[in-house]
């Protein structure tokens, strides 16, 4: 392994996206310099949790951290899947942060993923696991991968600091993705939801329901906010509750927003303490809608959450043109952007939509094959 060959960066920003991308193209990376004038310098759990993952879903996969956790070699190996695989989170970030790398990576594996994960279901942080069931996964559809083994199921719930849920992901291996010419936002045409409680009582997802319908029904009557109050083990460890809302549109756009109120933990520096007073659930309600009527003004396909994940999955289509329609363009999707650029080789055309506010983007993509794929 020549030292030469490795692609240098430095810091921690995009952690993920950096180990995405240099995964799928095969390029070795070293980062350097992560958090290293920070009290706490170096990787974060979550951060070595993600690449002991990405460990258990390859082959001849090499990560070397130094001492200080300040530096990570990291070299890709063959993305092999697999059935049946378990993999703990831990308690410093939500299931979320683990998802969008597995959904994009197992794609490109050799054998169709299912995984099992435990830890948080739903926090305030990352996207909740109600979101990527019901915005991520038809995200993935419009780029051509088949509903048939793609699915995110929720066997109990975790709010932090303990978590303690778990949930089910399936994801199907495919040749290649289909490129999209995708600007028709289209109209609302109805809002679904799911309010989570755990270890609370279940009047609080009443509460939220009603505060919410009270916002979004003046936009439509068509508004359906289902409840899983979870109880006994799979409530997990933790008392928590939020909720999760998706709009659908008449051109199959999916607009989401989500949140969760638990107690902090203790990394966080946490205002909430395990005695303190959480948001009431009326709060949590209005709060939620008013969020999702916000992504719905921006315009786009997808939501704000989604931009990344939307550029990534243009850039590794065929070598065809993409086009697609977000509304304002947010600093992670620049940097996305930025890093699609340096690994992949793909440059997006920005065009703004001043009549709209949105902000259409052209790419053509960068041809990824799953090469390792068995032909069936």
């Known amino acids: 392994m020549g030292k030469g ?3 240098k960066l430095k810091g921690s920003q995009n952690f993920r996206q950096r180990l995405i991308l240099a995964t799928l193209s095969a390029t070795p990376i070293i980062i350097k310099g992560i958090r290293a004038n920070d009290m706490l310098p170096g990787l974060r759990l979550h951060e070595v949790s993600l690449l002991r993952l990405l460990e258990k879903i390859s082959d001849d996969c090499v990560v070397k951290i130094n001492e200080t956790g300040t530096m990570v070699q990291y070299k ?5 899947g697999g059935r049946h695989l378990v993999h703990d989170c831990g308690e410093s970030r939500a299931i979320g942060y683990f ?4 959904l994009v990576l197992g794609l490109f594996s050799k054998k169709p993923l299912s995984i099992r994960l435990k830890g948080i279901t739903n926090d305030s942080n990352d996207p909740c696991v109600d979101t990527f069931h019901s915005t991520t996964l038809p995200l993935l559809k419009q780029f051509g991968v088949p509903s048939e083994g793609l699915e995110l199921k929720i066997e109990s719930r975790g709010a932090p600091p303990h978590g303690g849920g778990e949930v089910l ?6 040749q290649s993705l289909t490129a999209v010419t995708w600007i028709d ?4 045409k109805r809002i679904r939801g799911v309010t989570f409680s755990t270890r609370v009582s279940s009047q609080f997802e009443n509460t939220m329901i009603h505060a919410a319908r009270g916002i979004l029904n003046h936009l439509l009557p068509d508004v359906h906010i289902f409840t ?3 109880a006994g083990p799979q409530a997990g460890n933790s008392p928590g509750y939020g909720i999760s809302l998706v709009t659908e549109t008449t051109s199959g756009c999916f607009i989401s927003a989500n949140t969760a109120v638990s107690y902090a933990r203790a990394e966080d520096g946490g205002m909430e303490d395990e005695k303190g007073e959480l948001m009431p659930p009326e709060d949590v309600g209005e709060q939620i809608a008013s969020v999702l009527l916000q992504e719905i003004e921006q315009g786009g396909v997808v939501d704000t959450t989604h931009q990344g994940l939307l550029f990534l999955l243009c850039a590794l289509c065929p070598q065809d043109v993409s086009k697609i329609r977000v509304g304002k363009l947010i600093p992670h999707g620049i ?3 930025k890093l699609i650029r340096d690994f992949l080789g793909v440059k997006f055309v920005i065009k703004p939509d001043p ?3 949105t902000v259409i983007l052209k790419c053509v993509g960068s041809g990824l094959k799953n090469l390792s794929r068995k032909s069936s």
């Open 5 to 7: 060959s490795y692609k």
């Open 76 to 80: 890709p190996g063959i993305l092999m």
């Open 99 to 102: 998802l969008e790398p597995l």
């Open 169 to 174: 992901l399936s994801i199907p291996n495919i």
């Open 185 to 188: 936002e289209g109209m609302v």
């Open 228 to 230: 899983d109050h979870k």
């Open 335 to 337: 940097e996305v952007l």
């Open 355 to 357: 009549s709209t506010g």
